[in-house]
């Protein structure tokens, strides 16, 4: 019903100021693109361990910070304009952040989840908000409370350009030119690598030997290992494969805004999981929709409503899901009792 | 009791008890250090400035036993606490200040104090079970983020300042201080001037001299102590427990478990609207930045380190953890650099920063969250029952497997 009412909404805003709509949707999508990429990685390990891996989102962060002095190897600093030959440096110091990144989380599960694997619920939750806190206070000893500038590799261009009517209801009938819309080719660059990654993903859950022992074991983890699984190896993939995705969407966060601070992951990481819960968590394609959703609404609300209101109606929307809708839109794990 | 006290033989053989148990000797302790700490320090230093410090540490320890009812006693976790103290915070700024004059009521309210900290506890009890009514039926992970969600969404809430009701980023300045009651600082008093007097401690609020706010947190905390541990021994507090080692169990034996878990948390809410009330007054200014989200992990800290479920752990926790975050690490640079300059390390430094080490302040100021996670995550894998482990917690370790699942013993099940 509710989700009714909103599209119709944005139809009539649709009808009123298409360009003004399509402009809105792009950034939503954009933006959407990567908190799927963080929302997946809360999706895989909770769908795994039935864990809330609350560092998550310092991990994503953990990718920026990793890639700007691995960038600033190849002489590449914050005053950097994109250039053809830098593609290549790109593409390989986002595999060298995604791995970095991948064995960070390892390390991080080894220490503070596995030995409390078969301890209460909480327990692991807690240490799990600790490692968020040592994360974030790692970045902060390490580059301060600043924002970072990150080199601006992707181009300015626009893509595609075209010009949109004025609105059908004629509330927008002051301004005389047609508006134009832009699509930049950092937007495009954006949602293709992230529909990549997310291909490539399910590709290997799908396809490869380790991807269905991921399966068995979220399925059950006692009958997986009895079927001779390990099961502590296809645990630390998953964390690998989440943090790896997270690294590459903290690298993509940054290159796009050009800034990154220590406690982005903070926040992020908790719209994220908003995400992760919307399509319903432990759901992989679940987690892609959420994300794409909670990027476009976070847009339309910044647009239309007020920015500063942005956080508070998403987290409204967390509790609104689990209080309504536990299983989210596609899931169908419970988290209730 | 009265009879115990006047018999002297009796009184011995209570005492011997007392000091036999370690909850009552920790508290005896506590106790004198409260009471001898402020002419202590004022002689030590000259000023009541840490008279000051350690009524704001009574914050903190106030927080720590409000939460640790909601996490201790009930197992449920909740990361969005700084949001009830930030509603009780309000509760008393709005209506104890000129900053109604401009909000749409256009008139300024000035209630006082003694009759807003009970009507910060009742909000923020209302908060809490507004928010736990919907929510506590979701599992303890879940029910985490949510809280997180709402801890999150109120400062927002405040800071953006809808109808121009609560001052947003301008926060809310020139809040009342208390005054003594009239039954004590009545028509005798002659105006102004008479100022109700123990010996050498005043007793009238001032943003000058914290004495009287000191002693009104060290009673507001025997209170709230004697309170908790009679839930905690309680039909109450029993069927905390029962729902926090097993709830299906629990609601097999017939304990409604909505309403044990619901009250539990409307009990914690109410602690921290208490505290906020207080913090509100004691400061006189409440912005929307004292309540984040470090706030709510900070108390965390504080019950978890002092032992979940254990009120004097608890209240050691908080003033460990207060001491560290907010006395031994903000003063490092200062002691660390005169500690250098003692030892004759200053020839070190380059000719125009001679005072201070460059860099000191700034690495130390960066601690706090590593300092944080690293008690988080060191306590769980290493002492999940807390430095001063609780008594039960201590018998139901020594029976074998008897605390398979259990919110505090993070580590049975794994030997």
């Known amino acids: ?337 | 009791m009265i009879a115990t006290l006047r018999d002297p033989k009796r009184l011995r053989a209570k005492l011997r008890q007392w000091s036999r148990d370690p909850y009552m000797v920790v508290y005896g302790v506590l106790f004198v250090a409260a009471v001898i700490f402020p002419p202590l320090a004022s002689f030590a230093t000259g000023t009541s400035t840490l008279t000051g410090l350690a009524a704001d540490a009574g914050v903190w320890v106030l927080l720590a036993i409000g939460l640790n009812v909601v996490v201790g006693f009930a197992g449920l976790l909740d990361l969005g606490y700084a949001a009830f103290f930030a509603i009780g915070a309000y509760t008393y700024a709005l209506l104890a200040s000129a900053q109604l004059r401009s909000s749409p009521l256009h008139q300024a309210v000035h209630l006082p104090f003694w009759v807003l900290l009970f009507l910060a506890m009742f909000v923020a009890a209302s908060a809490g079970a507004i928010l736990g009514a919907p929510t506590l039926r979701l599992r303890g992970d879940y029910l985490a983020i949510v809280t997180l969600g709402f801890g999150e969404i109120v400062p927002r809430v405040f800071r953006n300042d809808p109808g121009h009701w609560t001052g947003g980023i301008n926060a809310i300045g020139g809040i009342d201080q208390p005054t003594i009651p009239v039954c004590l600082d009545g028509p005798w008093s002659q105006g102004d001037d008479f100022k109700l007097q123990f010996g050498a401690v005043n007793c009238s609020f001032s943003l000058s001299d914290p004495t009287a706010y000191y002693v009104l947190m060290v009673i507001l905390i025997i209170a709230c102590v004697i309170l908790v541990t009679n839930l905690q021994i309680s039909r109450l507090g029993r069927a905390w427990a029962a729902v926090r080692e097993d709830e299906v169990a629990a609601a097999a034996m017939g304990v409604n478990t909505r309403n044990i878990k619901l009250l539990a948390f409307g009990i914690g809410a109410a602690f921290s609207g208490f505290g906020g009330a207080y913090y509100g007054a004691k400061l006189s200014l409440v912005s929307p930045d004292n309540f984040d989200f470090t706030v709510s992990i900070t108390v965390l800290v504080m019950v978890v380190l002092g032992g979940m479920g254990n009120i004097p752990g608890v209240i050691l926790g908080a003033l460990a953890v207060y001491f560290l975050e907010f006395k031994f690490l903000t003063d490092l640079p200062r002691n660390a650099a005169a500690l250098a300059n003692q030892v004759g390390l200053q020839g070190l430094l380059a000719p125009n920063a001679a005072t201070s080490w460059p860099g000191l302040e700034d690495f130390v100021g960066r601690l706090n969250f590593l300092v944080l996670g690293l008690i988080l995550v060191l306590m769980m894998l290493l002492r999940p029952q807390g430095i001063l482990p609780s008594r039960v917690r201590a018998q139901e370790l020594k029976a074998e497997g008897a605390a398979d699942d259990t919110v505090f013993d993070a580590r049975a099940g794994q030997t």
């Open chain 1, 1 to 337: 019903m509710s989700g009714l009412l909103a599209i119709l909404w944005v139809i009539y805003l649709g009808a009123e100021d298409p360009a003004g709509l399509i402009a809105t949707l792009v950034i939503g999508i954009t933006d959407g693109a990567m908190f799927a990429l963080v929302a997946l990685g809360y999706t895989m390990v909770y769908g795994i361990i039935e864990l809330i891996n609350f560092a998550h989102g310092d991990v994503f962060t953990l990718g920026g910070f990793l890639g700007l002095p691995l960038l600033g190897l190849f002489g590449i600093t914050s005053g950097t304009k994109f250039a053809w030959v830098y593609v290549p440096i790109l593409v390989f110091v986002f595999v060298l952040v995604m791995g970095l990144n991948g064995l960070v989380n390892i390390t991080i599960e080894r220490v503070a989840y596995r030995p409390l694997r078969n301890a209460p619920r909480l327990a692991p939750l807690i240490t799990a908000i600790g490692m968020s806190f040592i994360l974030e206070g790692a970045m902060y000893l390490w580059r301060g409370p600043v924002s970072l500038r990150f080199p601006n590799l992707l181009p300015d261009t626009v893509a595609s350009r075209f010009t949109s009517p004025a609105g059908h209801f004629g509330l927008n009938s002051g301004s005389t030119a047609a508006p134009l819309i832009d699509i930049g080719v950092k937007d495009v660059a954006v949602v293709i690598s992230t529909v990549v990654l997310v291909i490539l993903l399910s590709v290997f859950i799908n396809r490869t030997k380790l991807g269905k022992a991921m399966r068995a074991t979220a399925q059950d983890r006692d009958a997986a290992q009895l079927m001779g699984i390990d099961i502590n190896r296809t645990i630390s993939a998953t964390f690998f494969i989440g943090a790896a995705l997270a690294g590459a969407g903290g690298m993509i966060w940054a290159l796009y805004f050009n800034s990154i601070r220590f406690d982005l992951g903070f926040t992020t990481g908790l719209i994220a999981f908003t995400a992760a819960v919307l399509g319903g968590i432990g759901n992989i394609e679940g987690a892609a929709l959420g994300g794409l959703l909670i990027g476009i609404i976070r847009a339309l609300n910044e647009r239309y409503l007020s920015a500063s209101w942005s956080d508070v109606v998403i987290f409204g929307i967390l509790i609104m899901v689990l209080v309504f809708r536990p299983t989210g839109l596609l899931g169908m794990r419970v988290p209730e009792k």
